[in-house]
């Protein structure tokens, strides 16, 4: 019996559901996937393009969303996109995280697009559907002598045994009233024109994917271009986004020109379409359309080699057979290729993930190891079951690689102090702290994960802001009583911090040294002073980093206090609710929209409202 870890979950299960989604579980001992694959200990059951699986005694199905035609181009372009940045990575180059300049290719027509371009300019396609080769076949009729046009051969042994078709009879032989004749007739059924027909369902669907993709592609470069000059969309954000995109271009000039050469290759691409559709109308495709199977092998008949207009129809088969070899249906290929894809697409998520922290100025102090002003440092690292965790002393965001667009209804759930995050090329339309939308066609891929990266360490760093120290010795309480300046009040033995007093340190330091016996003091003192490097992390911006001054903090009610000067472009505060209980308020300084329209599209991680 094979065990299954579950990543979602993040817990071994001992059977696989009857429905399961491609990537999510690996095998824990080796196996053989559909009898034709082995998958090894620590490797992925995916999808082999049976839609079904079959490990062991378990058998089963993978859940497939049934995607739109348009939702299907986008799927294409993520994967071209995946593997194109997987291989940039492996060269040793950068890649973006948003379209790349090798799709640009895509703008331009293919290699079979250009020789249908070529036939259809020439007509050799028109030329067969309105003369296609013809097939006598010459069958043999009983009809009257005066209808006869030609006789066929065995009209005389016919007519000796059959005395009913005589006129009359004469002394040398009789006279016929019927006779055997041959009659002849056009078939169009012939192998050449059914290579015909089917190629031009081929070339249908073809055009029909291609002119899609380039839509999209269309659809996607008017989108980046709108964030240049988009006023109504916060410029931290506009400037981050349109960065990104631009990263994917080595020259600027070509990306522009590749877009614009799209709309003729479009153009193009929709005229052809047209004729097609225009050749599919006539008389020889409508008789015999019906179920028509054509091997993908084609015979090279003498008509297919050396007819003037036929020869062009199997070059056409040839050309679009090459491009069904680039994409192979066998089921061990399709394994091999979507375990490509899986793991190019864990090495794009965990790259996604620490190109964010960076966004949030993060520093790389050594290898995986993160660091930033008002907050804990950060430890990456990318487990065995594909999992990318983020560390912050007993505290863990896992971000868990889904290349799917499916559905997970499993409910998520956080324990032993991790919070799991499903990262899938799933596009929600609200935004969940448990799923992300990680995708280069999507542009707020990396801004999903800096606010909800934020978010966390905001929820850590933040519960400090509750603490106090108690039992403090009455001499202690007395010689704060003499530095305190509002930083923090004294009720009994305890003391409640207010606002932030790194600067007394040194100050209260000394109190050890004066009573360096004391070990109550020396513990009481040592708790002060880790208070006040926590509230040094109040004075520095939740979004960015950048730390402000003592003076810039205004205490308010209730232990709440706000920052509204600083050297970034954000104010923060924290502000109670009518339960008792607090939450951080984080904005932008220069963004005038009313609050209805601060929408997440349009102002990202640069404003949140977390409960603390």
């Keep these: 019996?094979?065990?299954?870890?579950?990543?979602?979950?993040?817990?071994?299960?001992?059977?696989?559901?009857?429905?399961?989604?491609?990537?999510?579980?690996?095998?824990?001992?080796?196996?053989?996937?559909?009898?034709?694959?082995?998958?090894?200990?620590?490797?992925?059951?995916?999808?082999?393009?049976?839609?079904?699986?079959?490990?062991?005694?378990?058998?089963?199905?993978?859940?497939?969303?049934?995607?739109?035609?348009?939702?299907?181009?986008?799927?294409?372009?993520?994967?071209?996109?995946?593997?194109?940045?997987?291989e940039s990575i492996d060269a040793g180059n950068k890649s973006s995280f948003l379209i790349p300049d090798k799709l640009l290719a895509r703008f331009e027509l293919l290699k079979f697009e250009e020789l249908i371009f070529d036939v259809l300019k020439k007509g050799h396609l028109q030329e067969?559907?309105?003369?296609?080769?013809?097939?006598?076949?010459?069958?043999?009729?009983?009809?009257?002598?005066?209808?006869?046009?030609?006789?066929?051969?065995?009209?005389?042994?016919?007519?000796?045994?059959?005395?009913?078709?005589?006129?009359?009879?004469?002394?040398?032989?009789?006279?016929?009233?019927?006779v055997l004749a041959l009659e002849s007739q056009d078939q169009l059924?012939?192998?050449?024109?059914?290579?015909?027909?089917?190629?031009?369902?081929?070339?249908e669907k073809n055009l029909v994917k291609r002119i899609s993709e380039v839509k999209k592609l269309e659809e996607l470069f008017k989108k980046a271009m709108d964030f240049q000059e988009a006023e109504d969309i916060y410029f931290e954000l506009r400037e981050s986004i349109f960065k990104l995109w631009g990263e994917g271009f080595s020259d600027n000039t070509k990306a522009d020109d590749a877009a614009s050469n799209g709309i003729t290759t479009l153009n193009i691409l929709t005229m052809m379409l047209k004729k097609v559709r225009t050749l599919k109308q006539s008389k020889l495709y409508q008789l015999l359309s019906h179920n028509l199977h054509v091997p993908l092998k084609l015979n090279m008949t003498n008509v297919l080699s050396h007819d003037q207009h036929y020869r062009h129809a199997a070059r056409l088969?040839?050309?679009?057979?090459?491009?069904?070899?680039?994409?192979?249906?066998?089921?061990?290929?399709?394994?091999?290729?979507?375990?490509?894809?899986?793991?190019?697409?864990?090495?794009y998520c965990s790259d996604l993930v620490k190109r964010t922290l960076h966004e949030l100025n993060f520093k790389e102090q050594s290898s995986n190891h993160f660091v930033r002003n008002g907050t804990k440092p950060i430890r990456f690292s990318i487990t065995e079951n594909s999992e990318i965790f983020l560390t912050r002393e007993n505290?863990?965001?896992?971000?868990?690689?889904?290349?799917?667009?499916?559905?997970i209804n499993t409910e998520i759930k956080d324990d032993n102090g991790i919070q799991r995050v499903l990262l899938s090329l799933r596009r929600e339309k609200i935004i969940d702290n448990k799923v992300v939308c990680s995708s280069p066609t999507n542009f707020y891929s990396l801004e999903l994960l800096a606010s909800l990266i934020s978010k966390w360490l905001a929820k850590?760093?933040?519960?400090?802001?509750?603490?106090?120290?108690?039992?403090?010795?009455?001499?202690?309480?007395?010689?704060?009583?003499?530095?305190?300046?509002?930083?923090?009040?004294?009720?009994?033995?305890?003391?409640?911090?207010?606002?932030p007093f790194m600067s007394l340190v040194p100050t209260i330091s000394n109190l050890i040294t004066k009573n360096d016996r004391d070990v109550t003091i020396k513990k009481s003192v040592e708790k002060i002073i880790s208070m006040a490097e926590n509230f040094e992390h109040f004075l520095c911006c939740p979004c960015c980093g950048v730390k402000v001054s003592e003076n810039q903090w205004l205490s308010r009610e209730h232990g709440c206090f706000a920052i509204n000067r600083s050297g970034c472009n954000h104010m923060w505060e924290v502000s109670p609710k009518t339960d008792g209980s607090k939450y951080l308020l984080i904005s932008p300084k220069k963004f005038d929209k009313p609050n209805n329209d601060n929408t997440f599209e349009k102002i990202g991680r640069y404003s949140m409202k977390i409960e603390i």
């Design 1 to 86: 019996m094979v065990s299954w870890y579950d990543r979602v979950k993040g817990e071994f299960v001992n059977e696989l559901p009857d429905a399961v989604i491609s990537g999510r579980y690996i095998a824990g001992d080796t196996c053989t996937l559909n009898e034709h694959t082995t998958i090894n200990e620590g490797s992925f059951l995916l999808n082999d393009g049976s839609e079904k699986f079959q490990v062991d005694n378990e058998i089963g199905s993978f859940i497939d969303d049934e995607n739109s035609e348009s939702d299907s181009t986008e799927f294409d372009i993520i994967e071209s996109t995946i593997l194109a940045y997987q």
């Design 128 to 178: 067969i559907a309105r003369r296609p080769r013809m097939e006598l076949i010459y069958e043999e009729y009983l009809v009257p002598v005066s209808r006869a046009k030609k006789i066929a051969s065995s009209a005389n042994t016919h007519l000796a045994s059959h005395s009913e078709c005589w006129q009359t009879r004469t002394l040398t032989g009789v006279i016929p009233k019927k």
């Design 189 to 203: 059924n012939i192998y050449e024109n059914r290579v015909f027909v089917k190629l031009l369902s081929h070339i």
């Design 317 to 347: 088969w040839n050309g679009w057979l090459e491009t069904q070899q680039v994409n192979k249906v066998e089921p061990e290929y399709i394994y091999i290729r979507n375990q490509k894809l899986t793991n190019a697409y864990t090495r």
């Design 395 to 407: 505290k863990s965001l896992c971000f868990v690689p889904c290349f799917t667009e499916s559905i």
């Design 460 to 499: 850590e760093t933040y519960k400090s802001l509750h603490s106090e120290v108690n039992k403090i010795p009455t001499s202690l309480i007395n010689e704060l009583k003499k530095i305190n300046n509002d930083h923090w009040a004294i009720h009994e033995n305890n003391m409640f911090v207010s606002k």
